[in-house]
Structures are given as C-alpha cells and as structure tokens.
C-alpha cells in the first residue's frame, strides 16, 4: 500500500461545477500538506499549502485537512476551462527532504 | 525572473550514453532537489542538497550521480543510461520549510 493515495482519473466535469479532489495517508506524523497544479508539459506550481489541521481558502480554491481520517481535500469552486491540469497532493511530516507525492488526479473542465 | 531553469528541455540517448542534466535557480534558495516523474508514480526524489557543498540520496538514486556546483546550480548525470530511466527530470529549489519551486523539466528518452 503507497503511503499517499490518489485518484488518477480523469475527471471531467461541465464549466461552472464544484470539483472535489482527494489524498488519503496512511503517516499519522504529515502535518505539512500541499496541494500543486501540473499543467501539461510543465513543471508543478504550488496551490495550497496548509500546516496541520483546518480549513484554508484562496479565492475559487479552498483545502481542507482532516488528519483524523487522514484524509485531505481540495475544492474549486466555479471550475473553468483553464483549471483543466493534473493535481498533485504531497505531504511531510517535518521537512521537504521527506515529502511523500500523491500520483496526481487529472481534471478535465469541459466548456 | 526566471526562477529554476532546466536544460536541455528533450534529450534520446542510447543505451550506455551519458549526459548531465542541469538546473540553476535564481530565488537565493539553500535547498535543491532532483526528481523523476513517471506515469502512474507520482514524483519521486532521486537526490536532494540541502545546502551549498552538501548532497544526499534520496528515494531513487541508483545509476545517478549529482553535483552541488554553487548555491545556484546543481546539476544530474547519467554515467550510463538505461532504458529504464526515460522518464520526465524535475529540478527544484525552496528554503528550509518553504513549498518547492520546480522548473519545466526535461523529457529524457533511453533506446
């Protein structure tokens, strides 16, 4: 079992849509939590970035982490064409040498 | 600003080949890593430098080998390829706790 799930899709939702994007972990010590956009043939470019537990939003986009479950979520509200990208989870219990990558979900929004 | 670039952005090799994969960031960051990405993996971490004149292995360093030229530049060689390392090559930098800044990699193929 990979110490980070994620389902790699596609999902492909209308415009307009709330999309749910989710890691589950399996270390009960992550508590830096890390959500990174892939667009095609470029390079990941952090999104969310959340310590420990919470809620915390940016705008269409709001992460959620819930280490109980050990669960982590990302939402996007009023998804548009452009959201379009694979996204990437990753998680560290105390330093970015450490960080665990989750395989990555890619999202289709169709017009 | 540039951030973290990486060259070449293609490369075939042979079987048996060598090359260096270079990367230079422009942020002032101590710490730089060197990924692989594959389908269905996530990213994995080949070798990290947390600093200047320091270098560590990371998940998957066999059959590579890195150097920490200066706080800029830190650089990936293949002494001699393999089929099995055609994948897609990440570069990134950060400080200590700070999320990764990736470059728009290299996309390495090995006959």
């Known amino acids: 079992q990979k110490e980070v799930e994620q389902d790699p899709g596609p999902l492909s939702v209308p415009e307009g849509a709330i999309v749910s994007l989710n890691c589950t972990y399996s270390?009960?010590?992550?508590?830096?939590f890390m959500w990174y956009r892939q667009y095609s043939r470029k390079g990941p470019e952090l999104l969310m970035y959340?310590?420990s537990s919470g809620n915390k939003e940016d705008g269409r986009f709001t992460a959620q982490v819930d280490k109980s479950s050990k669960y982590i979520s990302l939402f996007i509200r009023d998804s548009q064409p452009s959201d379009s990208a694979t996204y990437l989870c990753?998680?560290?219990?105390?330093?970015?040498?450490?960080?665990?990558w989750g395989a990555g979900t890619k999202l289709i929004i169709k017009p | 600003n540039a951030g973290v670039t990486q060259t070449p952005k293609f490369q075939v090799l042979k079987t048996g080949q060598s090359m260096t994969l270079q990367c230079a960031q422009d942020m002032n960051h101590n710490s730089m890593y060197w990924y692989r990405q594959d389908p269905g993996m996530g990213l994995r971490l080949i070798y990290y430098s947390a600093s200047e004149g320091t270098t560590d292995k990371g998940e998957v360093p066999n059959g590579y080998n890195v150097s920490r030229l200066n706080k800029r530049e830190f650089s990936l060689r293949l002494e001699s390829a393999a089929p099995s390392q055609t994948s897609v090559y990440f570069c990134?930098?950060?400080?200590?706790?700070?999320?990764?800044?990736f470059g728009n990699g290299t996309r390495l193929t090995v006959t």
């Open positions: 270390n009960s010590a992550f508590q830096y």
């Open positions: 990134a930098s950060s400080d200590r706790l700070s999320p990764l800044h």
């Open positions: 990753a998680m560290s219990a105390d330093s970015n040498y450490q960080l665990i």
């Open positions: 959340t310590y």
